[in-house]
């Protein structure tokens, strides 16, 4: 079946400690996107691409960093300068920017 | 003021209630409008997309006023698994930092 897979579910992060979260999907989408969610907030995009070797920052990107080396993969990774990473964290993909958003099932990341 | 706003509720209904939700957008130049359905700590998943038209499925109804900046979402005969929260999503093609904004959400509770 075609989807969007993020792992890991739930994560931990040390004080200064980098993590990285994945996003893998197969439903051949050009552009794919991560957001963050506070309770009770909506989504705030972090970043997104539009096309391989190509990324743009979103409304919140400071302190996260992504590459996009395969269409298949879009990994985030929250750097020790992000200082409230505690959130759970969506990504998402659709065949053009202005298309219909498929979700991938979330990580709930915390801080230790 | 937000791009998109809508009231977080939460709607307490009785089962077999109509309710409604709205939702305003800011940009008048917005091309695009979506409902999402989000369930708790779940990821978002489409259900509806807006037409200038309005447009119907099943006991869901959705409607968009260009005049006056608002879409609207009306659910006929409540079910109890209606529960959940519904985004609001709209396409900010004036927006540099990623099309598409949501809303932070309005959140249903449907009673027995």
């Known amino acids: 079946d075609g989807g969007i897979t993020q792992s890991p579910k739930y994560l931990f992060r040390k004080e200064g400690q980098n993590v990285t979260l994945s996003c893998e999907q197969n439903?051949?989408?050009?552009?794919m996107y991560w957001y963050r969610q506070d309770p009770g907030q909506g989504l705030r995009l972090i970043y997104y691409?539009?096309?391989?070797?190509?990324?743009q920052k979103g409304d919140i990107a400071e302190g996260y960093s992504v590459s996009r080396e395969k269409k298949e993969s879009f990994p985030l990774t929250v750097t020790s300068a992000q200082k409230n990473p505690t959130a759970f964290y969506l990504c998402?993909?659709?065949?053009?920017?202005?298309?219909?958003?498929?979700f991938g099932s979330g990580t709930q990341l915390s801080v230790l | 003021r937000k791009e998109v706003e809508q009231d977080p509720g939460p709607f307490n209904v009785p089962e077999g209630a109509t309710v409604a939700f709205n939702c305003t957008y800011s940009?008048?130049?917005?091309?695009?409008f979506f409902w999402y359905r989000q369930d708790c700590r779940k990821e978002p998943k489409l259900l509806m997309s807006?037409?200038?038209s309005g447009n119907e499925d099943g006991r869901f109804t959705a409607q968009l006023n260009r005049a006056s900046q608002y879409i609207s979402l009306l659910i006929r005969d409540s079910k109890l698994s209606d529960s959940a929260t519904y985004l609001c999503?709209?396409?900010?093609?004036?927006?540099?930092?990623?099309?598409?904004?949501f809303g932070q959400g309005t959140t249903l509770q449907v009673k027995p």
């Open positions: 807006v037409y200038s």
């Open positions: 940009n008048s130049a917005s091309q695009s």
């Open positions: 691409s539009q096309i391989v070797n190509d990324f």
């Open positions: 998402a993909s659709s065949i053009s920017e202005y298309g219909k958003l498929f």
């Open positions: 439903l051949n989408h050009d552009a």
């Open positions: 999503v709209v396409n900010m093609l004036s927006s540099n930092t990623g099309k598409l904004i």
